[in-house]
């Protein structure tokens, strides 16, 4: 079991505002977009969805002091040691999900469109009419045992007769052609946490792909993208502004914002390789600020001579 703690680099008495002031400055470490491990700042993102869920924490503390806890069955680990198969859940699928950096801010509720694999209807996810393997007798594993009297060891393969599936295909489903599943559309609504940002993972128990007489989990992985003209930098709200020259000459700007319009006293000097600045307006989660970048176009008016 993956130590949270240690991934996050608290101890076990940390507080809220500890594990959410370490889970900030590891995320920013590595954050693939810095140069990064995508693969640790998975493990923190995951780490910091559990502790920072109190419900979540207390659950994996007790597996964590118990290992047998949590609903778990002891015997299956001698099952594991002697090799007997157990029941296999269907493997998560990962799909990319854009998010607008407003929606983001706002945690809004977004609507997904998606397709999946679902079990084929008309063979009941059989694949068409199976006969038994004869070879392995439905295993679909062969044992073999090396060795003398004193000392074997015993191994499995696949089983080649029917490659490793335990049986063969008397009639092959003309719907799915054998494979089981077949292709259905499925649309979700998601609510989306406040602040989220590129790279974490949203999971849709139930969600994914049929295999093996269960659907599997699907996890969104996080993209979060430019929408009407603001950005998401980090904790930060960004806004591109495009001015008019007449604007430069004016005392005061009145900016959008997702919580309503911001009125931005100009300085003295604008200065557009300087963003301006409003302290406490960006991501509430994350304790960000509101930058407003100033751009300018002009429609210069050709002059006939």
């Known amino acids: 079991m993956e130590n949270y703690y240690d991934i996050l680099g608290v101890s076990e008495t940390a507080t809220q505002e500890e594990i959410k002031k370490a889970f900030r400055t590891k995320s920013k470490e590595l954050h ?9 700042f998975k493990k923190v993102n995951e780490a910091y969805s559990t502790l920072s869920d109190d419900g ?40 990319d999900l854009n ?24 063979c009941n996810g059989q694949g068409g009419q199976r006969q038994t393997c004869g070879t392995c007798q439905g295993s679909g594993r062969i044992t073999q045992s090396m060795g003398n009297s004193f000392f074997q060891n015993i191994f499995q393969t696949p089983c080649g007769a029917c490659q490793g599936r335990g049986f063969h295909f008397i009639s092959v489903c003309n719907v799915c052609s054998g494979e089981g599943k077949q292709n259905e559309y499925q649309q979700v609504d998601i ?50 502004k495009m001015m008019s020259l007449d604007e430069f000459d004016k005392e005061e700007l009145d900016i959008p914002h997702p919580d309503g319009n911001i009125t931005i006293k100009l300085p003295d000097v604008v200065d557009t390789t300087i963003p301006l600045r409003v302290k406490g ?10 930058y407003v970048k100033l751009h300018v176009k002009h429609k210069r008016i050709s002059k006939s001579y």
Do not use: W
């Not at 680990?77 to 007997?84: D, K, L, V």
């Not at 998010?99 to 509720?109: E, M, N, R």
């Not at 049929?210 to 993208?225: E, P, Q, R």
């Open 191 to 240: 609510n989306l946490p406040v602040g989220i940002s590129d790279g974490q993972m949203i999971k849709g128990t139930g969600m994914g792909d049929y295999h093996n007489g269960v659907f599997g989990d699907m996890i969104f992985k996080i993209n979060v993208l430019s929408q009407d003209d603001f950005e998401k930098s980090g904790p930060d709200l960004i806004y591109n």
């Open 32 to 40: 693939p977009d810095r140069g990064g491990d995508e693969e640790q």
């Open 281 to 290: 307006k960006g991501y509430k989660n994350e304790d960000g600020n509101f």
């Open 56 to 95: 979540k924490k207390q659950e994996y503390d007790m597996r964590r002091s118990n290992p047998f806890g949590g609903g778990g069955d002891p015997f299956d680990i001698f099952a594991n040691m002697f090799g007997q198969r157990q029941a296999q859940r269907a493997p998560d699928r990962v799909m």
């Open 99 to 122: 998010v607008g950096a407003v929606d983001s801010f706002l945690g809004k509720k977004i609507t997904i469109n998606y397709s999946r694999k679902k079990h084929c209807e008309p």
